[in-house]
């Protein structure tokens, strides 16, 4: 994995769409960005980090995630993510993602992601299916 400095920075933007409204099996429940289309955005936008620096031979795999909501957004906002390295040690990254409407912050989030061989994510994949 290439290494990335503290204050690297990536960034994502997407449209807020039906399939991004926050509703369950009832139906909706509010005509806003839900937080698990927010949180998919959010990963995404940290894992440019992992794209452009894993080897062949490697993947990223989710370790944490951290949303705080700020601001709601509607149906067809356009949202800008902004991913910054916090710490990058080893195989382990950790960012700061902060979510924008134009100038109206919604959200301040973290992620982290491990960088490991795809063979190794496969043993411990595999090992789940025997447990």
Known sequence: M??????????????????DLAKFTEGLVHPVCSTFALAREVEYAS?????????EDEEGIGTFLEIKHIAPALL????????????????????????YEGEKQLASCRTGQKV????????????LKEA
């Open 76 to 99: 067809g906002a356009r949202i800008h993510c902004k991913a910054e390295v916090l710490t990058h040690i080893e195989q382990e990254l950790i960012c700061k993602v902060d979510v």
């Open 116 to 127: 490991l061989k795809k063979e190794q994510l496969k043993k411990i994949f595999s090992s």
């Open 2 to 19: 290439r290494f990335f400095e503290k204050g690297s920075a990536k960034f994502h933007d997407f449209v807020v769409n039906q399939k």
């Open 47 to 55: 894992r440019l980090f992992v794209l452009e620096g894993k080897a």
